[in-house]
């Protein structure tokens, strides 16, 4: 999916909370470990910190998963048996085994590695039947997340078609292996231009950084008003807007992603999920998911665009460590 190469679970990450949300409960505060992230903003209740939530706990959100009819609830135990052969029906991109992709990543050589996430390692691979290169992104059976997010991510991506999304090429889901493969994303994540300089790279120009912000606005549109069912990303930040050529934005990384409300509903009730550092205040508190929680984490996106700045910034001192807060100060 991307190119330079870091890791990835540096920061701060994705988080769930322990129990269910109510409006009584404020959300404990959580650090981030996949890529930059979730941010407390003053209007927000704090979220615990990642380190002390266990990680089977990160597997059990009831989340809808999305197949082409109307989505379907699964538990995490479940969505653990369910076969290869049920996996595919649901999905139109490439079944790859196991061993193709040994061969691709010349057997996950450490040399191919780009980053890593809540999912697992992601590794540059050459196609050998048709020399396409790819990333690949092999799920940590012990990490934050798995087989359901897996799932989504997979049957997502797959009814998906939109120049701002990044496009799925295949799956492996053979024996007790997950793995997604995406097309290479040679210019990395917006994080990467925006936090991760590289010694003597010039920092993006202003018509650069709105193009970007654009095309991000335009895969999120996508995503809520033209794919069906309409999707709640849930996980819009810097680190999962990939660049491509001529810095052509695509939105990445849904195993988050949720059917959104229809006909008379105005939310969906789930736990606390994210990054730490783009949660909608009103989400965090309340559990009560709406499409307005993306554009929140657009909001977020936007400002570290504009200023430069990391939505959470520990290196920075009271209020000036929370991007919004102190943007909101400022004015």
Known sequence: MFSRERKIGEGMGCFCCYGESSVQKPVERQNNSTNNQYKEDDFAQPIPDASKVRPQNCVKEESKVLV????????????????????????????????????????????????????????????????????????????????????VEMLTLSMADHPNLVKLIGYCAEGDQRLLVYEYMPL????????????????????????????????????????????????????????GEGYHPKLSDFGLAKVGPSGDQTHVSTRVMGT????????????????????????????????????????????????????????
């Open 68 to 151: 082409n009819q109307p989505a379907v609830e699964k538990d995490a135990d479940a969505s653990k048996r369910t076969s290869a052969d049920e996996e595919s029906n649901a999905i139109k991109a490439r079944k790859f085994t196991f061993a193709e992709l040994v061969a691709a990543t010349e057997n996950f050589k450490s040399d191919y590695f780009l980053g890593e996430g809540g999912f697992g390692k992601v590794y540059k691979g050459h196609l050998q039947d048709s020399g396409q290169i790819v990333a690949i992104k092999q799920l940590d059976r012990n990490g934050c997340q798995g087989i359901r997010e897996f799932v």
């Open 188 to 243: 990395g994540s917006l994080e990467d231009h925006l936090h991760d300089l590289r010694p003597n790279e010039e920092p993006l120009d202003w018509n650069t950084r709105m193009k970007i912000a654009a095309g991000a606005a335009k895969g999120l549109e996508y995503l809520h008003d033209k794919m069906k069912p309409p999707v709640i990303y849930r996980d819009l930040k810097c680190s999962n807007i990939l660049l």
């Open 276 to 331: 730490y550092g783009y949660c909608a205040p009103d989400y965090a508190m309340t559990g009560q998911l709406t499409f307005k929680s993306d554009i929140y984490s657009f909001g977020v996106v936007l400002l570290e665009i504009i200023t430069g700045r990391k939505a959470i910034d520990e290196t920075r001192e009271g209020t000036a460590k929370n991007l919004v807060a102190w943007v909101s100060y400022c004015l």
